[in-house]
């Protein structure tokens, strides 16, 4: 027959502290975590949050960065994918999470108050007045917005001749005239990176290079050719490529978040030198 055991007597078990008094969390929040940005950044947060069952609000505040790209490169399993393709796959697959909300809203200010915080936004129209929602927590997907350079043309080619990511784009071009656009530590660096796309490179300063001698060098010791003269002569390039440049004047390349959030952050990185 088995031993048997009598359970302890009361003043043999371990004294349990008390409870701790649970804090309030203050109001109900509407969500739990607003997110601001629908790229594929901000679709994936939400993915991950809708899949811990929290109440989630996607603002979205209008196209994506590289809406006119023709196709998102090094993404394994989507490689050359349409942006906008991309995006759309990314919201079917939310569906299936109810507590997942997205919305056209732009978000123009976000405030502290107790337990969490006031998000304002507006119809990604600019119609109507700002929406004060509530949140325990803000997720920032906001992206950047790219500043093109001061050159005809380059808006309207921007994403398809005019690039900004020899690894998104170069490719696509490689072997072919090429030109880079810039000036400085960035201008020279990225002459010499996009050498390896093509070995017929023409770096363009629009003015003073502001390059070492060493730079100078080594850009001749890789085939890349310079031009420093401020008109825009008839040349031979296909592509025109920039990336941004430290703030020197004409070749400022400056990459700030979307909407009103974002342009608060690109001027507080340019007050800190640090566009």
Not at 47 to 73: E, F, I, K, Q
Not at 187 to 210: E, H, I, K, N, Q
Request: proline share 11%.
């Amino acid at each position: 027959m088995p031993a048997t055991r009598s359970a302890p007597a009361a003043t043999d078990q371990l004294a349990l502290p008390a409870p701790r008094p649970r804090r309030s969390r203050g109001p109900q929040a509407d969500y739990d975590v607003v997110v601001v940005g629908a790229g594929a950044a901000g679709l994936s947060a939400a993915l991950t949050l809708g899949r811990a069952c929290r109440r989630v609000l996607v603002c979205d505040g209008g196209p994506p960065r590289n809406a006119p790209s023709p196709g998102v490169h090094a993404f394994l399993t989507r490689d050359g994918t349409p942006p906008a393709e991309l995006l759309r796959l990314a919201r079917e697959q939310l569906r299936p999470y109810e507590t997942v909300q997205i919305q056209p809203l732009r978000v123009t200010a976000v405030s502290r108050q107790r337990g969490g915080f006031c998000v304002s936004a507006v119809a990604a129209s600019d119609e109507g007045p700002a929406v004060p929602v509530t949140a325990r927590r803000v997720v920032l997907c906001t992206g950047v917005v790219d500043e093109w350079p001061p050159l005809p043309g380059a808006a309207a080619l921007w994403g398809r001749g005019v690039l900004h990511c020899p690894y998104c784009h170069g490719w696509e071009v490689r072997d072919q005239p090429l030109a880079v656009y810039g000036r400085g530590k960035t201008g020279y660096g990225l002459g010499l990176l996009v050498s390896r796309w093509s070995p017929d490179v023409v770096l363009l300063t629009d003015g003073p290079a502001g390059i070492t001698p060493h730079g100078l060098a080594r850009l001749r010791a890789q085939g890349v050719r310079r031009l420093d003269r401020q008109e825009r002569p008839n040349l031979p390039t296909r592509h025109l490529r920039r990336r941004r440049p430290r703030p020197r004047p004409a070749t400022s390349h400056h990459r700030g978040g979307r909407g009103e959030l974002g342009r608060h952050q690109a001027q507080r990185r340019a007050d800190e030198g640090r566009v």
